[in-house]
């Protein structure tokens, strides 16, 4: 949203000096900020970054002094709570999804719809599904037989939940989300005559999402091969992020994108996965472990609270000891110079 | 599916004891189960967690003595083997797809539909493409112009083929898959004024996926700058997957969840990249190779079934010799600080 | 397309030897062509290799005279040069997108569509959005409100735009992008009793993308938590990257496949990171710098230019260090045996 700096003055009960009539469009920190933009500043101390700041608009404390670059300057008691308004009054509105089925949804009669729910276009929504009270099934999204989407669930276009899977309620699930694919499973080996056999391995579970949890873009969580892939309550997922087959990860845990967990690990309450880190199957994570970016698990952690790093993941003090081992080595090797110098002049007397 | 304990032992032909009007509707193992799961233990020595379990039903030898906390139990001569069949009898049913073509998929009168294919709503299937007997191609799918999909092949929802794609018959291609996008290439250099440029190069070729190839949902798989990228048969790909173009992957081969594989690079029979391993471009992988989780691997490697782990990849020894660094050098350091005593009292004598 | 040997040498200007009625539909190399392959070879230094191959036809040098196993050679002043023409003749064509918007795709009134735009089948475009001169929309898109798509830029089918998202002109899009999801933000803490709360934190931002960006598939990029994360001109990204919320790219730089920047980083002109690199949240990057495969960058990089690999990430030559320390351990140790030896000696004379 457009708005003039006066007009933003106004809302955010700011004293306007300079011109007022300065169209502002968007928020910018003061270094990356562009004409059009409101920037801020709370603290004296960055004068220097303020002063080559391209803001058109700056919010700045009512005892302020010195010479600012911008056309406009809005005088408040705090900037940065003036900032967070401001990017409010900015920000694009929240699509409006009044409750009623798009008339190009193709939905099954023996779907059940809960009140006040909102299906988008091209919606395909199968048999027996289910869908809460007060749900947003955005445009373009796929669900399969005999699931559940529960009340005030919010599901962005073009998500695919495929048959049997349960979505709790107050959950987000982004775009390109794809719940209860099938599980990575196969058996191989070798038939009688020496040719290699691979085979599919039925996967017959489904992905069971619980309360308040957040599903990032793209993200992959697949269906159990027996059983339920589980994704405990209030769980905040990023975006591609893979979650494997009979995963059971037990709430209030963050995962962090691009990270995996492989087949049927267990994540204890409130761990946080962070970004490209990766966990091997059939094993334990205890309550509250962090796996620091990028690092490998390739066994349980039974410490709660720990926090590993590194690959294979190990406490910080040991990849420590790795990354100084340079340094020893060096320390080492004119130690051991000097000590040959002595032996051959001891061995000389 | 939902069914009483009573119901359950019948089909099992197991017997039942307790409460057999219980409603039973998946399978949960010990530690899992949840009051409606099917749990099953086959050992005595696993009683302690039997004891503890919140199964409403458990699955026991005939010769099981303890007492069990769940409302039913139902003896089998092997819990194994029965719970298996439970949860074939528990799996959400596989939806039907009897062949036809929904009246909302637009497809060009050029294409050549073979027998008894599904085709799901809003689907779109552009011209000269051409799609085998018993296919399935469910909803939302968006096959491009030229392109050859083989009999019994399922394709799941939201699945994009570009152009010119080929996919043998009785692959399975999971929702969200991208085969046949643009290979990743650019020329860039200085302009003579000085100023850069970046040019793209043509992707002229196509994407090839061979028989009883599975892909899982979300891989990306580039079309080759010129000829061909190659999947070949019954090579096993997970989700998040990154295929890069010009690659050959010689078939049997696993790919596991968010791996990667750069341009042009061969991949041998029979090869298994674990997860969020990389390979490097324009190299080779000799057959049977494994490539360890998150390994890095830069250079060809031209033994047949060598595991290689780390970045760079190298052999489990090698990344062994590295992190038992720190525990040498501590080692070392003793030996160091005993000899400059030694040779002080030496020098001193 | 299909072309007979005789066909293509004419195209090419090249002299036919041989059967030039072979049918010939793709450029192979010399190794991995098949019968129906084009392949080429310049240099005589490749004979035994052009004596393997399997190819119909190959394009070969006017003084060539070694024997070939092809059915047809062309002779032509420069087989590489040829080649190159050869695959745009087998290029599958690129689809015509003729401007024109499917019936089929729901546009809101109030969306402005420049001149000659085309909009493939089932796209869904959001209000107040605006879509600029020759843009290609293709099928199947979710565009929400107040976008705007700027000139000629090309989107692939099954791309998503959240509201509010900003794309350039000659831009492409390639299929399963998803622009504009939410950035992963949360405030997290206890309440007074000692449960855990985890709220979301507003995502009340933009994603802006520059003029001639390309973005490959299935790679996300969330909206700022305030103001825009933005994707500077000419930037490359290749497939399954992710972009955190808040990130700024300055322009003309690289992101290969399955790398990610996490959230208010910022990355300076002409950088290149490598496939499945990591960047750390809330640190600068400056012009010119390459993150290597895999490396994982805890710390702002100040040096343009610098080469950086590892986790964490460090020069070529610290990365070394730490490689050698096993060998460089080994001969301390064999030096430590041998002064003990001698000092032994010395103590007992």
Known sequence: MTITASELAAKLGGA????????????????EARPGDLSF?????Y??????TKASAILLPLDWKDHVPCAAVIRVDDPNDACMKAAEIFAPPAPVRTPGVHP???IDPSVKLGKDVYVGAYTVIEKNTEIGDGAIIDAQVFI??????????????QVTLR???????DCIIHCGVRLGGDGYGFNNGRHPDGSIFIEKIPQLGIVEIGDGVEIGSNTTIDRARIGRTYVGPMTKIDNLVQVGHNVKIA???????????????QIGMGCLIW??????????????VQVGPQAGVPQSIDEPGKYVIGTPAQSLRDVAAISLAPKMISKLRSDVKELKADVAALKGA
Chains 1, 2, 3 share one sequence.
Request: proline fraction near 1%; hydrophobic fraction near 40%; charge should be neutral.
């Open 16 to 31: 306007i000096e300079g011109d007022g009539s300065v169209a502002l469009s968007a928020v910018g920190g003061l270094e």
């Open 41 to 45: 500043c709370k603290d004296v101390k």
């Open 47 to 52: 004068v220097k970054i303020v002063a080559g």
């Open 104 to 106: 190009t949804a193709v």
């Open 144 to 157: 399969g037989e005999n699931c559940r989407v529960g009340a005030k669930t919010l599901v962005y276009p």
């Open 163 to 169: 048959e049997g899977t349960i979505v709790g309620k």
């Open 251 to 265: 709430g209030y845990s963050g995962l962090i994108a691009q990270s995996g967990i492989a087949g049927s690990t």
């Open 275 to 288: 970004a490209q880190a990766g966990i091997s199957g059939h094993i334990k994570i205890a309550d509250g």
